[in-house]
């Protein structure tokens, strides 16, 4: 009899290709979401996987636009309405949002994961209470913050994606042995190499513009080089420079960001808080080299690609350290001419090997 695993989202994220894959290693998946099916089997999940509670979800969305007060209230609603629906199953992996859905999983036998794409919460909130806009959409709602420590208490086990986020649960006093990590993949697909378009800009940016993802950093260093830059993305909590050598591209499909990239010669991501930026895994997969930071998880991707040294870490979060690796980088650049620098370990970055490797974990506990 197949493992019954229930996968529990607000939306999309890596949740979904989480779904397809754990179903193509031969698990009997539902995922259970507030994405409409459509979008579902755009991204190749079956519709008898897909188990859309969108329809739920239209009043709730309604009210919000008229009452901010309704967005605490949607949130304990998708996780009870979750906890309804859902199946009797042998694991439950959510993200750190529900609480109540994946409890009663719990008391019907099933083994927890909890999926935390980011720093264990506390730290992640310290970092981000260092932004100087007080007013940042960023600031984390006590609210969240309470679910997320109720989610870690009652999790078997949490599911990472790099390692600076094991080693922020660590400081934390969470037990190593219920730690899993797993960085996220790419659709090869979706994104390579277009050697035939014009390189316009020298550094791209893809993501939301902000504090967080070091966007200030980002401006002070363009300000101060020769550089282009190109970002791709919506504005979150910093104005967007109006000036010569930026240019700003409102948030695209995902299957339209490959004409970006490869409008660019290297990818750009100073983040001073992210759990493992897919983004990063896109670029290399379009032969981009990466500017990235020790909490962007741009070091474990250094790990899993043949030629590390296109993969360049910031020593600061300052304009000064990201210029000088923004030199590093450029001149490198003419190195890896027509060679793809991560080579046949690009098939360790894809979506298919993340749910081979989250199968094999999934195999060893039910073991236990």
């Given amino acids: ?142 609210f969240n913050i309470k679910q ?48 035939q378009i014009e390189k316009k800009y020298d550094f791209i940016m893809v993501g939301g513009w902000g504090y967080r993802k070091g966007c200030d950093l980002i401006i002070e260093a363009i300000r101060k080089t020769n550089y282009t830059f190109l970002h791709v993305g919506g504005i979150v909590d910093l104005d967007f420079p109006q000036e010569d050598r930026f240019t700003h591209v409102d948030a695209v499909d995902q299957s339209q960001l490959i004409n970006y990239y490869n409008q660019a010669k290297i990818s750009i991501l100073p983040s001073r808080e992210e759990g493992l930026a897919m983004v990063q895994a896109q670029a290399i997969a379009c032969n981009l080299p990466l500017i990235g930071s020790k909490d962007s998880g741009a070091e474990d991707l250094q790990q899993m690609v043949e030629d590390p040294q296109y993969i360049t870490l910031i020593e600061d979060y300052t304009p000064e350290a990201l210029i000088k690796a923004m030199n590093r980088a450029m001149e490198n650049y003419p190195n890896l001419k027509d060679k793809t620098y991560a080579g046949h370990a690009i098939e360790n970055l894809t979506w298919e090997a993340y749910g081979k490797r989250y199968a094999d974990f999934l195999h060893s506990i039910i073991k236990k």
């Fill in 1 to 142: 009899m197949k493992t019954k695993i229930n996968i529990l989202s607000h939306g999309r994220f890596h949740m979904l290709d989480l779904a397809r894959e754990l179903e193509k290693q031969g698990f009997d998946v539902q995922f259970y979401s507030f994405v409409p099916p459509k979008r579902c089997k755009q991204f190749g999940l079956s519709s008898k996987a897909c188990k859309s509670l969108f329809i739920y979800l239209l009043p709730f969305l309604f009210l919000e636009k008229k009452v901010s007060l309704f967005k605490n209230t949607r949130r304990i609603f998708q996780d009870y309405i979750m906890g309804i629906f859902m199946r009797k199953c042998d694991i439950v992996i959510s993200l750190t949002g529900f609480v109540f859905a994946p409890q009663k999983a719990q008391e019907k036998g099933a083994i927890f994961i909890c999926e935390r794409g980011s720093k264990h919460i506390l730290e992640q909130q310290r970092i981000l209470n260092l932004n100087p806009n007080k007013n940042s959409s960023n600031t984390i709602p006590e």
């Fill in 148 to 195: 997320n420590l109720k989610a870690y208490k009652l999790a078997n086990y949490i599911s990472v994606a790099s390692q600076h986020v094991i080693n922020s649960f660590l400081l934390h006093g969470f037990p190593q042995k219920k730690l899993f990590k797993n960085p996220y993949g790419v659709d090869l697909r979706m994104f390579a190499p277009q050697p």
